[in-house]
């Protein structure tokens, strides 16, 4: 069974301390999240378990796959990320950016085959992007942009993808189609999530960091309780039930 691990993982940032010895970790098929306020180095982490930050120290596995040592394209097989900002300076179409998904398995200078092709188009339509094969990427909105991105991460067929706040600066319409796409690819998805309903509506379990360190995780029917969100955000609220989805809403007073 495929496991996505980060082992006791420090990252200093200048002399400052960022991460404070975090272990995770996210099972096949699990979606896990990271929540806690700005600045309390989620995505910091994440960018160490993609390999866009060295750590000080710790360890990243994909089952055997030391992540820290192996090759971008090897670990690119596995691993996908849909980050929070994707601008380009140069052009593109839709079609040809989700066809980069297919690079870490392809040879050096070897062609688009009929196989890739059809992986494409999959990833396209599940991403409703099929009318926007030829679009020009710079001429799509922010959330048109976002599902083209999780499109090419569809397109790379990995074990895990990795989602860096990846729904903040979108609207609702574009956050549930992002998370309702990433929940139906059936992989392990770990996830920085600012929507304190997002995550307990899409979580299976949840880690809360604070200054760095993980201070509670747990099921999100669990963890979420009044008392941690005060502790992780400074706000007074109360959670309930939401009698609907059979998740965790939440209901905000101030202080």
Excluded: W
Aim: glycine share 6%; proline share 2%.
């Amino acid at each position: 069974m495929t496991q996505l691990v980060a082992q006791d993982i420090s990252i200093q940032i200048g002399k400052k301390d960022i991460v404070k010895d975090v272990t995770l970790q996210v099972e096949h098929q699990q979606f896990v999240g990271v929540i806690g306020a700005n600045g309390c180095g989620k995505s910091t982490l994440l960018k160490s378990l993609y390999k866009s930050l060295k750590p000080k120290k710790g360890g990243i596995f994909l089952d055997e796959l030391d992540v820290l040592t192996a090759s971008n394209k090897t670990v690119a097989k596995q691993l996908a990320v849909v980050s929070q900002f994707n601008e380009m300076s140069f052009d593109l179409s839709v079609e040809q950016i989700v066809l980069l998904g297919r690079t870490p398995h392809k040879k050096l200078l070897e062609s688009d085959t009929k196989a890739d092709y059809q992986i494409v188009e999959e990833a396209l339509s599940q991403t409703n992007l099929l009318n926007y094969r030829e679009r020009s990427f710079l001429s799509l909105s922010g959330g048109e942009k976002q599902r083209v991105i999780l499109a090419r991460a569809i397109a790379q067929q990995p074990h895990f993808i990795i989602l860096d706040e990846p729904t903040n600066h979108l609207d609702i319409r574009y956050q549930l189609e992002i998370l309702n796409s990433v929940k139906k690819m059936k992989i392990g998805v770990l996830a920085a999530l600012h929507d304190l309903e997002m995550a307990a509506a899409y979580c299976d379990y949840l880690y809360a960091m604070k200054d760095g360190e993980v201070i509670a995780k747990g099921t999100p029917e669990k963890l979420l309780t009044a008392e941690l969100i005060e502790e992780l955000y400074q706000v007074k609220c109360q959670t309930f039930i939401n009698p609907i989805t059979k998740k965790m809403g939440f209901s905000y007073y101030s202080i």
